[in-house]
């Protein structure tokens, strides 16, 4: 596709449920991130992955988040047993470079607003 | 990418004015900054960037200044029009590292 690509857009779901955000990069970036939004405030940083190296999930915020890139391409991150502080934009980025940097600026994708109730 | 919040920094300005955004950075060893626009119920969209070894970097209707002495990035955004209204995130990084690290944001708001 012409941009990355996240879905659902919307997510409502119960507390305790599991979710699944998928997103699909920009075709041959292979850098991806996940980022977290909440209401008001920055860009918090989830998880990156980068060819087929390991990923750094450093800021992953507990174990019931997890995420996966298969293929080097599309990207799921898992939030398993929702809790409400889980509710959040999630950000799905990519880009064509090893950094943030000159080889590659981040394209984000419209996010995946996940509610719990 | 919705981000309307209750607590985020607001500028308001006059359409037509000049509007300038600050930012304070968190990381001395950051050397790669970029400014990032939001747009509600988008997500961010790249501006412009800058390197820790210049002071200064333009592009169309944008400037951005970094004083690393006080850790402190600016965007100017000229003629302000109101297609600039969003938020704007201030992002750090090492050129090493491929975190970006954002800053909470400034919403923008321009006046007819």
């Known amino acids: 596709g012409a941009g990355v690509s996240q879905s659902p857009s919307n997510k409502v779901t119960e507390k305790g449920k599991d979710v699944e955000l998928r997103c699909d990069p920009i075709?041959?970036?292979?850098?991806l991130y996940w980022y977290r939004q909440s209401l008001g405030q920055g860009l918090e940083f989830l998880i990156y992955?980068?060819?087929?190296?390991?990923?750094?999930k450093s800021g992953l915020p507990s174990d019931r988040f997890s995420a996966e890139r298969t293929g080097g391409s599309v990207s799921t991150l898992t939030i398993q047993r929702t809790q409400q502080e889980d509710s959040a934009v999630y950000l799905c980025?990519?880009?064509?470079?090893?950094?943030?940097?000159?080889?590659?600026?981040?394209?984000f994708g419209e996010g995946s607003r996940l509610t719990v109730l | 990418g919705e981000n309307v919040g209750l607590h985020l920094p607001t500028l308001s300005v006059q359409e037509g004015d000049n509007s300038i955004i600050n930012c304070a950075y968190s990381?001395?060893?950051?050397?790669?900054f970029i400014w990032y626009k939001q747009e509600s119920g988008k997500g961010p969209q790249f501006i412009i960037d800058?390197?820790?070894?210049?002071d200064k970097r333009q592009g169309q209707r944008v400037t951005v200044l970094l004083n690393k002495t006080v850790k402190h990035l600016s965007l100017q955004i000229a003629a302000t029009q109101p297609g600039d209204s969003a938020v704007y995130f201030c992002?750090?990084?090492?050129?090493?590292?491929?975190?970006?690290?954002f800053g909470s944001g400034t919403r923008l708001l321009v006046r007819p």
């Open positions: 980025a990519s880009s064509a470079g090893t950094s943030g940097g000159a080889t590659g600026e981040l394209f």
């Open positions: 992955f980068q060819g087929n190296s390991a990923p750094d």
């Open positions: 992002a750090e990084t090492m050129d090493s590292s491929y975190k970006l690290i």
């Open positions: 800058i390197r820790s070894n210049m």
């Open positions: 075709s041959g970036h292979t850098a």
């Open positions: 990381n001395s060893a950051s050397d790669y």
